[in-house]
C-alpha cells in the first residue's frame, strides 16, 4: 500500500540556487509518479524478495523523515529511506511485514543527482528498504544485502542501488583498488 503524506507537496520542482526549476534536454523527470505504478512495482518487489506480509510505504517530506530518523534512530537529519518492521511477536503479524518511509524531497535530490526520474529512485529505496524489511542489514553483515539487492536490482531492471553508491563514493586505498569489469568505467 502507498501512502502519501497530506503535508507533502508531491509537485514541488527541485529548484536551483536560483530560485528557478532546472531543466534541459538531459533533466530525468523528477515529478511524482503514480501511486499506482509504484503500488505495482510494491508487489512485484515483494514477491523479488520473497517478503511475506503487508507492506505499507509512505511518501513523505523531509522534515517528517528527519522527525521519524531523530524518534527511531536517534539521528537529527533527514534520510532516504526508513524501515519498520513488524512485531514477530504481536498477533497476527504474520499477515504484516512491515512499513517504509521515504522522504520524496531526498528521492528527488538523489534522481537528479544520478540522471534518473523519481519514480525510478523512488523504486530503489522500496527495494532497499523491502531488504531490511527481510531482515538484511547491510551495516553488520558481510556483504550479503549488497549482493542480494545487486541481483534483485538487475532482475527489477533498477539501476546502481544505496549500498553501491555509497561504496562507489568511498575511497579505496591503491593496494584495495579494483579494476573496472569490461566495458566499465574506472
Known sequence: MILLDPDLDPDAVLR???GEPKAGANTPNLRMPSTRS???FL????L???LRGQVSVLLTSDAAQRSLNRRFRGKNK???VLSF???STSAGAEKIAGDLSISVPTARRQAALHGHSLGTEIKVLILHGLLHLAGYDHETDAGQMARRECTLRARLRL???LIERSSLAKPRSSS???KPAKGQRA
Open 78 to 80: 533527514p534520510t532516504d
Open 38 to 40: 509504484l503500488a505495482q
Open 48 to 50: 523479488a524478495v520473497r
Open 85 to 87: 518492521p513488524a512485531d
Open 176 to 178: 584495495t583498488q579494483r
Open 159 to 161: 539501476p546502481v542501488g
Open 43 to 46: 508487489t512485484r518487489a515483494k
Open 16 to 18: 536551483s540556487d536560483a
